[in-house]
């Protein structure tokens, strides 16, 4: 038998990859395509490092070859990852500050600032220098999740200027809004006074040395956002989700919001809180009340790294309102599931460095950056 490379590179024009409208014959992935009797041998390039995207290449390849052309066809694909050399970062960085990961959500209530705290009382006991800036202007939850909320910072003087000194805790250097107000003070500001304040907490705070600053964003997608991300540039995002239909879809958007073009920010993964409820007395039983792996499914779906699942369990909640989080908790299963969980942040964010260019601090003009904008 003997094949036909021609045929062979219209079968392959049926096959998108990921992140590119373009097949990969017109995209230029496809390099060359070599035939020896019924062996065929691709020869692809790939942009994107990640294993899940180029394992999926790699099995649409063999199976379209084997359906359109022949079943005994056997099928060799050669993948060679080409990444553009990486640029001087554009935007203000934070001196000594390694990584900036700003935890997303696309709707309320999924737990993304308690996630943030447990993640970050995680990483600081594993060895790591942390930081979170607590960027939910109006809802600042970080105080009383670390039990600072009567706290306030300092003001210190570092090479002839005064900066705030974070409150630390657990482990943690922390600023937030709430530090600055009163527990019953409403926070009313427009966005330009919000940005502000946030620019504040960035730029004159002595963060000193830290390898990873987590930013608790607001929910939803908006000008909080796109403050940050003019700021400073993100070394990535995270983006936590329960597994319902309902948060799913606000979760999308907040992907979606990420890898705009003048944005781009790489996303390191999806996490899916409150996947399910586990009894104390039933310890081995596992309830699926907000659905049963939406998150997961959602990030298979956006080609995006799945980073764990966190079950839904009271004393999570009740150590946050204590001010105690969950992960300090030694010896249990929610210590591991953290831990877990943080691993998974550290190992994407270690092949994100590896692999993409540094992130820039975004340029946005009065409408560009709107996609909800058309341009008449």
Known sequence: MKLDRKEILKALETITLAGEGKN??????????????????????????????????????????????????????????????KPEIKGKGIPGISNVIAVSSGKGGVGKSTI???????????????????????????????????????????????????????????????????????????????????????????????DFMLIDLPPGTGDIHLSIMQSLPITGAVVVS???????ADAKKGVAMFRQDSINVPVLGIIENMAYFTPEELPDNKYYIFGKEGARNLAEDLDVPFLGEMPLVQSIREAGDYGRPAALQTATPLETAFEELARSVVQETVSRNDNLPPTEAIKITTMAGCSAVKKK
């Open 24 to 85: 990969m014959v017109e995209s230029g992935a496809v390099r060359n395509v070599l035939t020896f009797g019924d062996e065929v041998v691709v020869e692809l390039v790939m942009h994107n490092p990640a294993m899940h995207i180029r394992k999926r290449a790699e099995a649409d390849i063999i199976k379209t070859i084997q359906d359109k052309i022949s079943q005994e066809a056997k099928v060799k694909v050669n993948i060679k990852l080409e990444t553009p050399e």
């Open 116 to 210: 943030t705290a447990n993640l970050a009382v995680t990483l600081a006991k594993m060895g790591f220098k942390v930081g979170v800036l607590d960027a939910d202007i109006y809802g600042p939850s970080m105080p009383i999740m670390f039990d600072v909320e009567r706290e306030r910072p300092i003001s210190v003087e570092i090479d002839g200027k005064s900066k705030m000194k974070p409150i630390l805790s657990y482990g943690v250097q922390i600023l937030s809004i709430g530090f600055f107000t009163t527990p019953e003070q409403a926070v009313i500001w427009r966005g330009p006074m919000a940005s502000k304040a946030l620019n504040q907490m960035i730029f004159d705070a002595d963060w000193g040395e830290l």
């Open 242 to 248: 329960t597994p319902q239909a309902v948060a799913l």
